[in-house]
Structure formats: structure tokens, C-alpha cells
């Protein structure tokens, strides 16, 4: 059986890695040979959770048609923070919980995207639907998912859903959800040991709004200070990007995983866009973004009704 790979977005964040690793190992039960992949480097939060539950790191591929004429996605459909030669291969399925934007196939395919927090909780409807039991390394991977995603469950993207697949995949993991779910996410905000490329690239995603392309990448941490105390490097970092890639905005988000707050860092020609989006106003490309913590429901929705139309 001609095999199939499975992979989430570039920058991989938790739901990305893991949603692969366990929707393979669900395809492959049912009889489909899939191997999940990755198109970035893991952060530490993922390797923290891949470790605590003895599950390996996918495999680092640049490019897919030169392995597979057929992939499935997850966690993300917008073409550009997908592999580079996507439009070379054929998309069978897109399991998904992000907005639908620049996706095209010549085929039908499977599209499977619920307003949910997370990947996983999804992937955890579907092991149900197929009759398949899930294992319990498998299911501290969706709960570790379900956990980063709603950054244990105070993101305004967290729903009822989330919170119920949580709980059941935690008893089936074995772990509890409060001590685990924390030690996870500190060893994701530490920040110490990453170079400002790594800080401004780890779960970076790139998106078209309107005529204009934009970048916003966000850093979990427990004091934004361990990355605005080296402002002027990443600085000189994000324009270096923007003119590489032509961007018109880069947002870098840094959220305060203790306080649910964000400071965002604004650079590009568009930095009149945040302000008008966000109702702020920039102090030397800055801004405090009190409550907001979710790039996919409020950092993207209010730049796109700025820059959209």
C-alpha cells in the first residue's frame, strides 16, 4: 500500500506534532499506511511532552512530492505555512481547527474542521467513531495537545469539548491535568537557552490578508522581560526578516502564560494596522494586549477585519 504522510504546519507548536503522530498511528490501524512528518524543529514544551510519554520525534522532511504523491494535514490548511511543494501532491484529508484561507485541490477530499480549541479533541471524536481504543501514551499526546492549545483551558478558543476530551484522554494518560499541564507549559516558556532566531521563528505562521503578507509568531512565557530585555537584537532580527520574505507586518506575541496577558513587538509598514486593530497605541513598536492570549481567535480575527477588506 503506497504510503501516505501526515504533517501540520511549518514552526510546529505541540497540537502540530502530536496530531500527526496520533492520527497516523489511528490510520494505521485501520488499515492505511501513514507516517506522520514535521516541517520545523520541536519547542521545548513538545519535547517535554513526547519524553514524559516515551514517544519519538517525527522526522524532519523539507519537501513531500519527492517521497509521496498523497498527504493528509493537520492542524492547519493555508497553503503557505504548509510544506514548500504542497501544490505538488495530492491533499487526501485536512483535519483541522483554524480559519479556512488560501486552500485549493483539484479533487475532493475528507475536510474535517470544528470550532474547537484544539486538533486533538477532534482527533478524539474520530478514534471513537472508527471503534479504535486509545492507547495511553497516544492519548498523554492529545491531552498535552488540548492543554498547550488552551494553555490549560484559559484561552478564549477552550470549549466546553476541549475541556471534556481533556479530562477523559487525562485518566486515560494517567496524568492530572492541573500539575502536569503546568509543568508542560513552564518547560515551553523557558526561554533562556534561545538564540533570538529560535524566539522569533518557533511557532511563527505566515498569513495573506487582502493584498498583504504578514507574519505573527508568538512565545509563551512566565515573565515577558526574558524576551523584551534583548528588544534591540530581536529588532534588528524581525527586519531582517520582513525584508527577506517582503513582509508588510511582523507581530511578534509574547504571552504571559501566569498573568493571560500579551506584549506584542510591531514592525513592518503596517504597524497602523495593530493599533487600529487592537485599540492601542505603539510606544516604540510596543503594545500591552490585556486578556489576549489566542493568536487563531483574537490576534489574527482583528488584524484580518483591518487588513481584509
Not at 79 to 84: I, K, R, T
Not at 113 to 119: F, K, N, Q, R
Not at 148 to 171: H, Q
Not at 251 to 259: A, K, M, P, R, Y
Request: proline letters at 2%; hydrophobic letters at 45%.
Amino acid at each position: 500500500m503506497e504510503k501516505v504522510l501526515i504533517f501540520g504546519h511549518k514552526s510546529p507548536d505541540t497540537d502540530t506534532i502530536t496530531s500527526a503522530i496520533v492520527y497516523a498511528d489511528l490510520k494505521n490501524k485501520i488499515g492505511v499506511n501513514a507516517e506522520p512528518v514535521r516541517l520545523g524543529e520541536i519547542n521545548g514544551e513538545t519535547q517535554f511532552a513526547l519524553e514524559h510519554f516515551g514517544v519519538e520525534v517525527p522526522r524532519l522532511v523539507e519537501t513531500v512530492a519527492n517521497e509521496v504523491e498523497n498527504v493528509i494535514l493537520v492542524d492547519h490548511n493555508e497553503f503557505q505555512q504548509s510544506a514548500a511543494d504542497i501544490a505538488q501532491v495530492r491533499v487526501l484529508e485536512v483535519i483541522d481547527h483554524h480559519r479556512i484561507a488560501n486552500f485549493e485541490t483539484s479533487d475532493p477530499l475528507y475536510y474535517r474542521a470544528e470550532p474547537v480549541g484544539c486538533t486533538a479533541t477532534i482527533l478524539n471524536k474520530l478514534y471513537k467513531e472508527h471503534g479504535v481504543a486509545i492507547e495511553k501514551n497516544i492519548a498523554g499526546l492529545m491531552v498535552s495537545a488540548i492543554i498547550s492549545d488552551s494553555l490549560l483551558f484559559k484561552s478564549p478558543t477552550c470549549t466546553d469539548e476541549d475541556i471534556k476530551a481533556a479530562r477523559e484522554l487525562a485518566e486515560i494518560a494517567e496524568v492530572d491535568l492541573e500539575s502536569y499541564g503546568l509543568d508542560m507549559l513552564k518547560a515551553g516558556a523557558d526561554v533562556s537557552s534561545k538564540t533570538v532566531a529560535e524566539l522569533i521563528s518557533l511557532d511563527a505562521k505566515e498569513f495573506t490578508m487582502g493584498a498583504n503578507k504578514l507574519e505573527i509568531a508568538q512565545v509563551n512565557v512566565v515573565d515577558t522581560n526574558d524576551v523584551f530585555q534583548r528588544k534591540t537584537e530581536v529588532e534588528e532580527a524581525l527586519a531582517k526578516v520582513i525584508d527577506e520574505k517582503g513582509l508588510d507586518l511582523f507581530l511578534l506575541v509574547v504571552t504571559d502564560i501566569l498573568e493571560n496577558d500579551s506584549k506584542v513587538l510591531a514592525m513592518g509598514k503596517l504597524t497602523d494596522a495593530v493599533e487600529k486593530a487592537y485599540n492601542v497605541s505603539l510606544e516604540d513598536n510596543t503594545a500591552i494586549l490585556k486578556g489576549v492570549v489566542s493568536r487563531k481567535k483574537q490576534i489574527v480575527p482583528g488584524l484580518d477585519s483591518v487588513l481584509a477588506k
